[in-house]
């Protein structure tokens, strides 16, 4: 009896391991949003497996407090949802350029500090080679003026080659 219940839950396993993912070898596109302004990041994921991806960004920041120029980088595994729909999580790192609105004249107003991200989302993927992404991305900055988390929520509007 023992064996026959390991059987099955081996026979189960295998069944969810097995399912097909089909995530495009590359995506380019913009990935917009921001938590306290607006931002828009130039994004560029790699397939590296059959789920699971590299996301790379490059992106400009614009709140009340400041500007910033940001790169970013995510390993994100992916996983089906229904059909073309997909959801997926991933953590990484990046580095930051801030220029604070200082009105205070010989003060230093500006800061690169490093953070890390953690990354989670849903995707639709259409049968023509767009996709479409909204997610939640939280970041730890590392900094004298950014750390704190930042939640950051944005569209994403990719084209997949």
Partial sequence: MRKLVLLVFVFIGFS???????I???ALGLRLGDSDGFG????YQRAT???NRLEFGLGWRDSKDYDAFRLV?????????????????GAGGGLASYDFDDDFPGDDDS????????????????DFPLLLSLDFRPEFGFGDY?????????????FQF
Wanted: glycine share 10%.
């Fill in 40 to 43: 828009a990041e130039i994004s």
């Fill in 146 to 158: 950014n750390d704190d988390v930042d939640f950051d929520i944005a569209l994403g509007i990719r």
């Fill in 111 to 126: 800061e690169t500090a490093l953070f890390v991200a953690g990354d989670i989302g849903i995707e639709y993927n259409f």
């Fill in 73 to 89: 980088g995510l390993y994100q595994w992916v996983w089906t949802l229904d059909g073309n729909f997909n959801w997926y999580a």
């Fill in 24 to 26: 495009s070898e590359n």
């Fill in 16 to 22: 969810f391991t097995a399912e097909a993912q089909r």
């Fill in 49 to 51: 497996g059959d789920n």
